[in-house]
């Protein structure tokens, strides 16, 4: 991410491929405070973290979120639900 999330901000932890909601954080040490779909409470680093936001693929045109299909783990971008891609693909 670029810039530090909102409260309440949905967001998707990379590592895991989770969905995960912005809690608050430390903006100086660059730590995320977010809780899963589970109910844990993670810090985790501001880079492992992408917007849960759809985007639109950049091959077909489609809405691709990155709930839906994942995130690839080289570009950071969603996979996208109609042709499987990403931006580095």
């Known amino acids: 991410m670029d810039k530090f999330p909102t409260f309440q901000q949905p967001l998707f932890h990379v590592p ?49 979120k990155p709930d839906q299909r994942g995130v690839c783990k080289k570009c950071r971008t969603a996979l996208c639900p109609s042709c499987g891609k990403c931006k580095c693909l």
């Open 16 to 64: 895991s491929q989770r969905p995960c909601i912005s809690l608050g954080g430390c903006v100086g040490s660059k730590l995320v405070s977010a809780r899963f779909d589970n109910g844990m409470v993670l810090s985790i680093r501001l880079a492992e973290l992408v917007p849960n936001e759809p985007i639109s693929c950049s091959r077909c045109g489609s809405p691709a």
